[in-house]
T-cell receptor, first 117, second 111 residues
Framework: GAGVSQSPSNKVTEKGKDVELRCDPISGHTALYWYRQSLGQGLEFLIYFQGNSAPDKSGLPSDRFSAERTGGSVSTLTIQRTQQEDSAVYLC???????????????FGSGTQLSVL | KNEVEQSPQNLTAQEGEFITINCSYSVGISALHWLQQHPGGGIVSLFMLSSGKKKHGRLIATINIQEKHSSLHITASHPRDSAVYICAVSYYGGSQGNLIFGKGTKLSVKP
């Protein structure tokens, strides 16, 4: 696709329910990242994928959070037993190779606004 | 103490003014990013740099590794530059996507 696509754009759920958030990166981008942005915490790293593997999951806040990536493309972030403190904008980004490579930028999706009631 | 500090937190400027936003960090880094977030929420990566200076149009980003400091400059500012500007670093020993973000600088450019 032309850009990083995330769905849904908005999700309202009840406390205790599970949610799945989807990210479709730019075609050919091997690196994929999940971040979240909340009012109190600003932007935080969650997890990084290189291909289908996740070399860094250190930002996942609890074991209720998990993510997978299949076919080196689409990624799903799953939050189980949602809590009110999970309310945030969940952002996905992708890059074509190492973000440390010269001139290698991140391309962000528009995010999923998650509200847990 | 946040490892990435930005200043100022808020900035109001008149159209045409030269603007500087500062970012200081306390960790050894491999790269620094400047991001722009518009009121609608979308984030755009402006620059990724590990040394020296980069320029794109009216935007200039500089970094001083020894002083652990970076600046984003906007020349001839315009109301469409109004946005939140966020500095983020990837630190030595961290993975490439594990960024530490500053809290952002909210810029408002008045016509």
């Amino acid at each position: 696709g032309a850009g990083v696509s995330q769905s849904p754009s908005n999700k309202v759920t009840e406390k205790g329910k599970d949610v799945e958030l989807r990210c479709d990166p730019i075609s050919g981008h091997t690196a994929l990242y999940w971040y979240r942005q909340s009012l109190g915490q600003g932007l935080e790293f969650l997890i990084y994928f290189q291909g289908n593997s996740a070399p860094d999951k250190s930002g996942l806040p609890s074991d209720r959070f998990s993510a997978e990536r299949t076919g080196g493309s689409v990624s799903t972030l799953t939050i189980q037993r949602t809590q009110q403190e999970d309310s945030a904008v969940y952002l996905c980004a992708s890059s074509s190779k190492s973000v440390r490579a010269s001139n290698e930028k991140l391309f962000f999706g528009s995010g999923t606004q998650l509200s847990v009631l | 103490k946040n490892e990435v500090e930005q200043s100022p937190q808020n900035l109001t400027a008149q159209e045409g003014e030269f603007i500087t936003i500062n970012c200081s960090y306390s960790v050894g880094i491999s790269a620094l990013h400047w991001l722009q977030q518009h009121p609608g929420g979308g984030i755009v990566s402006l620059f990724m740099l590990s040394s020296g200076k980069k320029k794109h149009g009216r935007l200039i980003a500089t970094i001083n590794i020894q002083e652990k400091h970076s600046s984003l400059h906007i020349t001839a500012s315009h109301p469409r530059d109004s946005a939140v500007y966020i500095c983020a670093v990837s630190y030595y020993g961290g993975s490439q996507g594990n960024l530490i973000f500053g809290k952002g600088t909210k810029l408002s450019v008045k016509p």
